[in-house]
C-alpha cells in the first residue's frame, strides 16, 4: 500500500504487462479488499504484485514476515497465503482504520488470527522494536520517502538468506528518468542502487506492478 497523494500519473504500459497483471485471476476476499482501499483512499498492491507476493512467500517457506503497509489487507492477505500454515506476518501501518478492514479481509480469507499480527503506528518507530535476523521476509510498501531508514532496518531484521521485498520501485517509470528529481523518485531510486551496489544483497529489479525489487540477505 503506498499513499495514492504521492502518485505520479500512470505511465502507458504494454498489452503484455496487462496480461500479465490478470494472469492470476482474484478472488472476492482481494476484490473486497481492494474495494475498501479505494474508500479509504489507499492504493494496494496491484494484481500481479499479490500473486507474486504469495509465490514468493511460498517459495522461501516464510514462518516469519514483516510487512510495511497494511493497507487494507491486499498484500497482507497475499502474503499470508503464501507462508508456511503456522507462519506469521507483523504488519504495521499508520492508520487504523485500514488495519480493520485487513483484519477482516484476513478472517474472510480464513487465516487464523493469530498469524496476523497488525501494529498500529510509524514503521520507523516499530522496526527498531522487532527482533534481529528473526524474519525470512520483508515487504517495503510504505511512505516511499522513507525507504533508506526502512532498508536498514530490514537489513537488520532479516536472517541470512532471507527476502527483502520492495513495491514500487519503478514508481510509473519515472526511477528510470533521470530528470525526475521528486522525493519519492529520488528515495526509491537511491534504495534500487543502494542494493546493486552493496555486497550484502543479490538483487534483481522485476517489471510486476509499478516495480518490484527483490533482494537477498547473503550468509
Known amino acids: 500500500m503506498h499513499y495514492v497523494a504521492q502518485v505520479p500519473p500512470p505511465a502507458k504500459q504494454p ?89 477482516e479481509a484476513v478472517a474472510e480469507a480464513g487465516v487464523r488470527p493469530n498469524r496476523a499480527r497488525m501494529i498500529p503506528g510509524r514503521a520507523l518507530e516499530v522496526l527498531p522494536r522487532l527482533t534481529d535476523a528473526a524474519y525470512d521476509l520483508v515487504l517495503l510498501d510504505g511512505d516511499e520517502r522513507e525507504y533508506s531508514a526502512y532498508l536498514e532496518q530490514a537489513q537488520r531484521l532479516l536472517r541470512p538468506g532471507g527476502l527483502l521485498v520492495v513495491d514500487d520501485a519503478l514508481w510509473n517509470g519515472r526511477v528510470a528518468d533521470p530528470a525526475a528529481r521528486d522525493a519519492s523518485t529520488v528515495a526509491l531510486r537511491e534504495v534500487g542502487r543502494t542494493l546493486a551496489e552493496d555486497e550484502r544483497w543479490v538483487s534483481a529489479l522485476l517489471t510486476a506492478g509499478e516495480g518490484l525489487l527483490l533482494a537477498v540477505k547473503r550468509p
Open 15 to 103: 498489452a503484455s504487462w496487462a496480461y500479465a497483471e490478470q494472469f492470476t485471476a482474484e478472488d472476492e476476499v482481494l476484490q473486497w479488499a481492494r474495494t475498501r482501499a479505494a474508500d479509504l483512499g489507499c492504493e494496494p498492491v496491484s494484481p500481479g504484485v499479490a500473486a507474486t507476493l504469495t509465490v514468493l512467500a511460498a517459495a522461501t517457506r516464510a514462518r516469519t514476515a514483516v510487512e510495511v503497509g497494511t493497507g487494507t489487507g491486499v498484500s497482507t492477505v497475499s502474503l499470508l497465503r503464501g507462508m508456511a500454515a503456522d507462519g506469521v506476518l507483523t504488519t504495521i501501518d499508520v492508520d487504523g482504520e485500514r488495519q480493520r478492514a485487513a483484519r
